[in-house]
């Protein structure tokens, strides 16, 4: 402000920095007046400042050229996959062997990822490096050995060196904006499942995460995000074309150990049917709602309720036992209607034990005995099993044989402690499953917290 308020009033003045304060090493000054501006233009242009010749031009707004840096006539490039020793200085020299460069700048984003942006006098001189620069090896002889088949998340190989014209800000939106429709518009015509991956080593990358899962079938997508240091975050991404692939995929892989570290192998959820869940599981928990298992799961009393016992003597006792006998069908369709309908995997055996001891396969019921339910059998639940499932259908299912678990250690309160895991994740919860000792440990917790309230 001090060094350009000689020449006129001043509006504003800006020096552009990163998140950090660290100066990008230009900056802007809005004068009153043109006349101000060109004055400054006039006396400061190639004038050196603080030991640094500085270069002072009219600024041009993006908005006023909607055609800068264009497919034909482009000589701003973006440049990125270059060696971590290469800086600004190094960029001049590698570059400048194409033509005049008006200016070098590298950026560090947000994860500790460089890129930079070279921007040559004349087009012809932009095209050139593009042609020569770009895919160029970056390996160094010691590093020969060094897999090329590492790419990142837009395909590009790691190793070699990515040179492009840089695309306007507008002109990247427009183009991922179209992208992400066109995605969402052909979710609904291609087949393909896709897996969430946690419990991964530090040093897994795209490639190795897609290497381990290949001999299941044809794997369209493989991603294991990575930290500002380069190390994987410890979860990733596995795409399948087909369900059949993706099942025999979570089968084999659920809980297998690589570099010491059990993997959990699920259905990845979108963002918007995770946030239904934990808000139908955060109303559930706000209000106490138990867990409700289908007709015939619940463990009963050893004695029947006078209403289920065999009819009394006389005519009233006929039409209550009637009226009876309606209000349990009608209970029984309701869930059937809401239960069986989404688990049509679960298998029905025979008659199995009543209330009041076993029944035959077709013996009459005998005096003082109450009808014998027919008790469904849950469904083995695997990896497997969930894969080929809908989200509200794996809830289901993991809540049948959670509460078939619980109501062993706790039969009154067993729909409520069912409620309240059914919130963990499905990895987590067939886990506890798989482990008694674990599930224990944790049914005590749950009766802890519903202790003290």
Not at 127 to 152: A, I, L
Not at 277 to 284: L, S, T, V
């Amino acid at each position: 402000h001090d060094t350009f308020s000689v020449f006129g009033d001043i509006r504003s003045c800006k020096v552009a920095a990163d998140a950090l304060g660290n100066s990008y090493g230009y900056g802007f000054v809005h004068f009153e007046t043109e006349e101000a501006a060109q004055d400054a233009i006039v006396k400061l242009n190639n004038m050196e400042v603080g030991g640094k010749r500085i270069q002072v031009c009219m600024c041009e707004n993006r908005k006023d050229a909607p055609n800068a840096n264009s497919v034909d006539n482009f000589t701003n490039l973006y440049v990125k996959c270059f060696p971590a020793h290469w800086d600004e200085e190094v960029l001049k020299e590698e570059f400048g062997k194409f033509g005049k460069l008006t200016g070098v700048a590298v950026r560090i984003d947000g994860q500790g990822r460089r890129c930079a942006f070279v921007n040559f006098e004349d087009h012809a001189d932009a095209k050139e490096c593009v042609n020569k620069m770009h895919m160029r090896d970056m390996r160094s002889p010691e590093e020969d050995s060094k897999d090329e088949s590492e790419v990142g998340t837009d395909g590009h190989p790691l190793t070699r060196l990515y040179v492009q014209r840089a695309q306007p800000k507008a002109e990247r939106e427009r183009l991922l904006k179209n992208q992400y429709a066109h995605e969402e518009a052909s979710k609904g015509k291609r087949s393909s499942i896709s897996l969430y991956v946690k419990g991964l080593h530090e040093d897994v990358t795209d490639s190795t995460l897609r290497q381990l899962f290949e001999p299941f079938g044809r794997v369209l997508s493989a991603s294991a995000p990575r930290d500002s240091n380069g190390k994987c975050r410890g979860f990733g991404f596995v795409t399948y074309g087909t369900v059949q692939e993706a099942t025999k995929a979570v089968s084999q892989m659920h809980l297998h150990v690589i570099n010491g570290k059990a993997m959990h192998v699920d259905l990845a959820e979108s963002k918007q049917d995770r946030e239904a869940r934990q808000a139908r599981a955060n109303h559930r928990f706000s209000g106490n709602m138990p867990f409700r298992p289908p007709m015939g799961m619940q463990n009963r009393p050893p004695m029947s309720p006078p209403s289920m016992m065999g009819p009394p003597m006389g005519g009233k006792g006929r039409a209550h036992s009637a009226h009876a006998a309606h209000a349990v069908h009608a209970v029984q369709v309701v869930l059937v209607g809401q239960v069986f309908h989404m688990l049509h995997h679960v298998l029905v055996l025979g008659p199995d034990i009543g209330p009041c001891g076993p029944c035959g396969p077709c013996g009459p019921v005998g005096p003082g005995c109450g009808p014998c339910v027919m008790r469904p059998k849950i469904m083995e639940v695997t990896p497997a099993t969930l894969a080929s499932m809908s989200p509200p259908m794996q809830k289901q299912l993991l809540g049948e044989k959670l509460y078939s678990e619980i109501a062993r250690m706790d039969y009154d309160r067993a729909g409520r402690i069912t409620g309240m895991m059914l919130e963990m994740d499905n990895s987590d919860i067939l886990a506890l499953i798989e482990s008694p000792e674990q599930l224990q440990v944790k049914v005590r917790e749950a009766r802890q917290l519903l202790d003290q309230r």
